[in-house]
């Protein structure tokens, strides 16, 4: 056997068997893939040594695409997801690439964030990307799905009209070039919950149980977690020209390996990303093994 680096990106033709994945130099399995809904479509997998080393290789490909947009585009539209997940990604933006590119020629669209939950509080999605990345970065442009104030109050109609034209002012900016992804344990993409039509598009949505427990992590206690959420569709998410998904932790093993391995299903958003080619999978150890 060749020996490898400790990390590698494997192209995995989905057309009969994934044979081999190698980490450290020492082949971890084989097992088999069987996937008549997907044969033509290439996945490219990243396995890395823990949560750092998966950060840092992300940081590095992500703005490595960006640097290579930007040499043939005026701006580069990206949709980020915010998270525990990506959070040391975007602190690797700010303390090592913050001049390695003009992030005034970036477009940023928000991806999701809780119902009615105010910008101005630090809980909320809208604040976490303000906070972590348009701000220290000095984004240029940045669409917010959360419209929300203190003192506002929900007004359903209008905010679906607004969804709407959120929409259009994606496809009037060129469309999305980059995503970044995180996955929930239950398989979600974005808020699209395990059910949600691939043909969706941005929408107020319920929250399942597991994902309120799940992110019960970033409150006082559970009770204090929206139960709604609004959210991109699986139409709009799966249609970026680049995709990164990135994974980490045992709690995430079951839901990456089903969307990898796994029937392309709506019991499991996330394994829309399969019919992509312009994925790229970059999980730690534990995520995978």
């Known amino acids: 056997m060749v020996t490898t680096p400790q990390s590698?990106?494997?192209?995995?033709?989905?057309?009969?068997?994934i044979r081999e994945c190698v980490y450290n130099s020492v082949s971890i399995m084989p097992f088999d893939l069987f996937s008549p809904d997907c044969l033509s479509i290439k996945l490219n997998l990243r396995v890395e040594e823990n949560y750092l080393k998966m950060s840092q290789v992300a940081a590095e490909l992500l703005v490595c695409e960006l640097r290579n947009l930007l040499t043939i585009k005026p701006k580069a539209v990206v949709v980020l997801s915010a998270g525990g997940t990506p959070e040391m990604l975007y602190s690797l933006l700010v303390r090592?690439?913050?001049?390695?590119?003009?992030?005034?020629?970036?477009?940023?669209?928000q991806m999701d964030d809780y119902w009615e939950m105010s910008v101005q509080n630090p809980k909320s999605m809208a604040y976490y990307l303000l906070d972590k990345i348009v701000y220290p970065l000095n984004i240029g442009t940045h669409y917010l799905l959360n419209v929300f104030t203190a003192k506002s109050t929900k007004l359903v109609e209008s905010y679906t009209e607004f969804l709407d034209e959120f929409e259009e002012k994606i496809i009037a900016e060129g469309g999305i070039d980059i995503i970044v992804h995180g996955i929930g344990s239950n398989g979600h993409l974005g808020f699209n919950e395990p059910?949600?039509?691939f043909d969706s598009k941005a929408r107020i949505v319920t929250l399942e149980k597991s994902t309120i427990l799940e992110n019960s992590r970033f409150f006082n206690s559970i009770t204090e977690v929206p139960t709604q959420a609004v959210t991109l569709g699986l139409n709009t998410l799966s249609k970026a020209r680049k995709i990164f998904l990135l994974a980490s932790g045992k709690n995430k093993k079951s839901a990456v390996r089903g969307c990898?391995?796994?029937?392309?299903?709506?019991?499991?958003?996330?394994?829309?990303?399969?019919?992509?080619?312009?994925?790229?999978?970059i999980v730690d150890k534990e995520a995978w093994f």
């Not at 590698?8 to 068997?17: A, D, I, Q, T, Y």
């Not at 709506?266 to 994925?279: D, V």
């Open 8 to 17: 590698r990106m494997l192209g995995c033709s989905l057309f009969g068997l």
């Open 96 to 109: 090592k690439y913050k001049d390695s590119l003009d992030w005034r020629r970036v477009v940023l669209f």
């Open 195 to 197: 059910g949600s039509s």
């Open 260 to 281: 990898i391995l796994g029937p392309v299903t709506k019991s499991l958003p996330a394994s829309i990303l399969r019919i992509s080619s312009s994925t790229t999978f």
